[in-house]
């Protein structure tokens, strides 16, 4: 069950969250923390100066030079857990190639956005996939197809046909975009981001293990660590209590801190973090809150199903919704201090979907996609739900431990350690446990 965290009442997250910075300053100051990130040719793929990949838990690009495989993300691997992320920065326009190349050869088959592509007025990510449903888009090695789109309240799913044009082989991949997150901020429910954990994990969940890991979420806002951090760690939470496992959340985001240094940033995303867990768990065994928590003001919700089930098609409001506006040419990268970003406040009920305050109240299909059909994700009438994903047949599981570039191994012949992978010298996620 739920440990908490150090201090007691009300001050535990106060003194909570004074921890979390002075770590971050201490890793900062670690020689060579940062050493490929910053390496000159490195430094324009940093969207921010001040947003690095920490070097033992650096993710490498596969099949390139070794002064070549940087990329702003790293593996975080919760402990105790059967899921493990990759935590990367949002994709710019000369990342792409690398982005794809991550999710590729690692054999991801999710990846969660959290951020919007504009937020008030900022380029916060740059598209790395079609616009338009039925578009396909060539980033580097890779062609994109966009398959299908389609609204599930605060959320949205994308079905993606993935090709690698080095070998001309395909494979779906989902990718879940939270639409109701502001930057700096937190969402004004979390019930809807629960529910998408649970559609995630069921989709994630279908693929095989490898050294008793499922294959690694792609997970990314504009930096890759607030949004970033707030929801893996409530996903953390809420798996060790399907386990059976206690656990501590100041705990959690040490561990998430370590991994990747500047998770969860702010007070408001900490509180987030109890609020949300705390109340999925009173959810689940219908008790009441602990009274020296209760007074943090746990947003309301409605029933919801378990594990990824949704709401029946009768309870879902239907009809077209509005379709995004393309966002113009991409803007000149201008790496910058994350956090000297502004802060402007979201309305409640508003949407940062274009900035429209009805487009994330309703559910439906976008952009031509098929009638949503309260589907668990990953089934499909009648057929085995293995092969089925949001847009129908998905195609069979990759082996993740088959060699699928030049130079590259599978996990199970890596070296052991931190600081080792199938391109020489990283992380595996499987070997971080502590």
């Known amino acids: 069950g739920l440990k908490q965290g150090r201090g007691g009442g009300i001050c535990v997250f106060d003194g909570e969250c004074a921890e979390g910075p002075r770590h971050d300053y201490a890793v900062k100051g670690t020689p060579g923390e940062f050493q490929t990130a910053l390496l000159p040719h490195n430094i324009d793929k940093n969207r921010y100066d001040d947003v690095l990949a920490n070097e033992s838990t650096r993710c490498q690009v596969v099949g390139v030079r070794a002064q070549d495989d940087y990329i702003n993300a790293n593996f975080v691997d919760p402990e105790g857990t059967s899921t493990c992320f990759i935590c990367s920065q949002a994709p710019m326009t000369n990342t792409f190639n690398e982005f794809w190349n991550v999710v590729w050869y690692y054999g991801c088959r999710v990846i969660v956005m959290l951020c919007s592509e504009v937020e008030n007025g900022r380029t916060k990510c740059d598209r790395y996939w079609p616009q338009r449903v039925g578009d396909a888009e060539t980033y580097g ?3 994109i197809i966009t398959v299908s789109e389609m609204r599930h309240g605060e959320y949205l799913t ?8 080095l070998n001309n082989e395909k494979r779906k991949v989902v990718q879940y975009h939270y639409l109701d997150w502001p930057d700096f901020g937190v969402p004004t ?4 981001m629960v529910d998408m954990l649970y559609s995630i994990e069921s989709v994630n969940t279908l693929f095989p293990k490898e050294d008793d890991r499922y294959p690694p979420i792609v997970t990314h806002c504009s930096a890759g660590i607030g949004r970033t951090g707030t929801l893996i760690a409530i996903q953390t939470a809420l798996e060790l209590f399907e386990l059976g496992k206690e656990f501590n959340i100041f705990q959690i985001v040490k561990q998430l801190k370590e991994e990747r240094t500047g998770m969860v940033q702010r007070k408001e995303q900490y509180m987030f973090i109890y609020n949300t867990t705390l109340q999925e768990l009173q959810r689940k065994i219908g008790s009441a809150l602990p009274p020296n928590l209760s007074q943090q003001g746990v947003p309301p919700t409605g029933p919801r199903g378990y594990m990824g089930e949704r709401p029946p098609p009768s309870q879902q409001p239907q009809g077209p919704q509005p379709q995004q506006q393309a966002q113009g040419p991409p803007q000149r990268h201008q790496p910058m201090k994350y956090g000297q970003m502004p802060r ?4 409640p009920g508003s949407s ?3 900035g429209s305050p009805s487009a994330a109240n309703g559910n439906g299909p976008i952009s031509g996609s098929p009638q949503h059909t309260g589907q668990h994700l990953g089934q499909h009438p009648g ?3 293995q092969m089925y994903g949001p847009a129908g047949p998905m195609v069979p599981p990759v082996a993740r431990g088959q060699p699928q570039a030049p130079g590259s191994r599978p996990a199970s012949q ?4 931190r600081g080792s992978g199938p391109n020489g010298p990283m992380s595996n996620p499987s070997q971080q446990r502590r």
């Open 141 to 143: 090695d890779f062609c």
């Open 158 to 165: 994308r079905t993606l046909d993935v090709t690698n044009a």
């Open 189 to 192: 429910n979390g019930a809807g």
């Open 344 to 347: 402007p406040g979201v309305p």
């Open 352 to 354: 940062i979907l274009n």
């Open 383 to 385: 057929q085995h739900p």
């Open 414 to 417: 890596w070296p052991t350690g």
